[in-house]
């Protein structure tokens, strides 16, 4: 199944690699931000329902 | 405004602030370089320009916090911006005080440290016009950075960091005539591209600027 | 009434600019995301393996062509991403809505992952290629400058405190960073004449690449932009959220 990627496999395979991981660590920072943010306003959201009424 | 120009300099000359400094900074980078790349006259001949460029230039940013901070701090701006003059006269006549204490004093200091990096004797002239030329474009540059950071308490660091990929076109054309200039080979274009771009800068930045100033000052 | 055309225009630009409403873009874009998370993620999986397994060696550049379905999607979104944080920067000070100045703050950092993964992967080809990791390559410098506006532009938001403030301030730096940014573009071509090829997606024929190598690559640019498209919803929904939390805290500590 692997393709034989000649004398370049390193070169092609790393690039792959490290765009790979850093397109990763973009989506799941944003994801982990949002997923943060987003509980911490139902959190304070929460609290001003019961305070109000 | 003239009475502002004069007020610019005598606080630049008097509180020894970039004035001196910058010149002193200057020098010390030039001294430093040859340490760091070997005594051979060669290899200073070659990098020369290039070096007093980026010497100036990094003396250039070192003042550059300075430029609004005091005023904005003892409330003059504030003054300033509800003054007859327009903001961006004044952005003007501090990024020509600006000039005056730090690129012609740099650009004058030039030749000598060129000296000492054994710049060839042809390369004198058209390193002083390019500096000449291209420091005013680093001062209005810098006063736009300046502007955008003048309300921040750690804005020193910020501002070079704004400031120095801006500085890369008047850079790049600068260094290059002066370069030219050295190894004897026509210096037009370059030349004519950094004043150029030098003359755009000071026509357009300190609009640009003023807009920064506003919504500081807001 | 209804049929005058200045009424229906206006009614239809009204239409437009309702999506500058928070809610309504936080409705909208909500239903959005899921659509474009898994469309761009499906591009990317078929665009990247078609390009990674299914498609021949070139002859000159060996299995390293293959660098291209990567390089060129995320070298496109760099400098696309800037041109997005430039129109909704200018929506924000023409128009003050304040989804467009979030919109380019969460565009902001994609943006730069992209400028670095062109800048990480032309190196990665350029060391078989020319036989050097780096070269002051016009087009590889062009990058390099593109990341440090993006570096500039991310710590202004970041240094000042009134949100207002720092969406006026990085507009201006955006719109005068974009001018320098093309000069920088032009200054650097005539400091080094390049190593690059040509555009590889120019439509000049003589230059183009090949149809085995153009119709992955076409995938896997769509994948690149819905991906971009999704990040940013997602991010400007984040900075959304901030925002708001920021006002109920604020009104918390003052009732």
């Known amino acids: 199944m692997i393709p034989d990627l000649g004398k370049y496999a390193a070169e092609v395979a790393s690039a792959y690699a490290v765009s790979l991981v850093m397109i990763a660590g973009l989506v799941w920072f944003s994801l982990r931000q949002s997923a943060k943010v987003r509980a911490e306003l139902r959190r304070i959201e929460a609290k001003r329902e019961q305070k109000n009424g | 405004m003239i009475a502002l120009l004069r007020r610019d300099l005598a606080i630049a000359v008097r509180a020894g602030g970039g004035f001196g400094l910058g010149l002193a900074f200057f020098l010390v980078v030039v001294v430093l370089v040859p340490f760091g790349v070997g005594p051979d006259t060669a290899t200073l001949t070659r990098i020369a320009p290039g070096i007093l460029w980026i010497g100036a230039l990094l003396a250039c940013l070192l003042s550059l916090d300075r430029l609004f901070a005091l005023d904005f701090e003892d409330g003059s701006l504030d003054l300033l911006a509800t003054a007859p003059i327009p903001l961006e006269a004044v952005v003007g006549v501090k990024a020509v005080a600006h000039w005056l204490t730090t690129g012609l004093p740099l650009t004058l200091m030039a030749p000598v440290l060129g000296v000492m990096l054994n710049l060839p004797g042809q390369g004198f002239v058209w390193l002083v016009i390019s500096l000449a030329l291209g420091t005013p474009a680093l001062s209005v540059i810098g006063a736009f950075g300046a502007a955008l950071t003048v309300g921040l308490r750690r804005g020193g660091l910020l501002l070079s960091l704004l400031v120095l990929p801006l500085y890369v076109p008047t850079l790049i054309f600068g260094a290059e005539a002066a370069r030219r200039g050295a190894e004897g080979m026509a210096v037009n274009t370059p030349l004519a591209l950094m004043a150029g771009i030098s003359f755009a800068c000071c026509a357009l930045m300190p609009f640009a600027a003023a807009a920064a100033l506003r919504v500081n000052l807001r | ?255």
């Open chain 3, 1 to 255: 009434m209804q049929d005058d055309p200045a009424a229906l225009k206006y009614s239809r630009m009204k239409s437009l600019w309702e999506y500058a409403n928070p809610k309504k873009f936080m409705q909208v874009s909500g239903a959005m995301l899921p659509w474009a998370a898994g469309l761009s993620a499906l591009c990317l999986v078929v665009g990247l393996i078609w390009g990674f397994f299914f498609t021949p060696d070139d002859y000159r550049q060996g299995s390293t062509v293959k660098i291209i379905y990567l390089h060129v999607p995320a070298a496109l979104m760099a400098i696309n991403a800037w041109l997005m944080m430039l129109v909704t920067s200018l929506i924000w000070l023409v128009r003050r809505h304040h989804v467009s100045a979030l919109a380019a703050r969460a565009a902001a950092p994609v943006g730069l992952v992209m400028t670095v993964i062109a800048l990480v992967t032309g190196a990665i080809w350029g060391q078989p290629m020319w036989g050097t990791w780096w070269a002051w390559d016009p087009r590889l410098t062009s990058f390099l400058i593109l990341a440090l506006f993006y570096l500039g532009y991310m710590a202004l938001w970041e240094a000042v405190e009134n949100a207002d403030t720092a969406a006026d301030l990085t507009s201006v730096l955006c719109l005068v960073g974009s001018v320098f940014a093309l000069l920088s573009r032009y200054a650097v071509l005539f400091w080094n004449q390049g190593l690059h090829q040509g555009a590889s997606l120019s439509l000049d024929k003589e230059e183009n690449v090949a149809d085995v190598f153009y119709h992955p690559l076409l995938v896997s640019i769509a994948g690149f932009v819905l991906l971009f498209f999704a990040l940013v919803l997602l991010r400007t929904r984040t900075e959304i959220r901030k925002r708001r939390l920021q006002a109920l805290m604020n009104r918390e500590r003052m009732g």
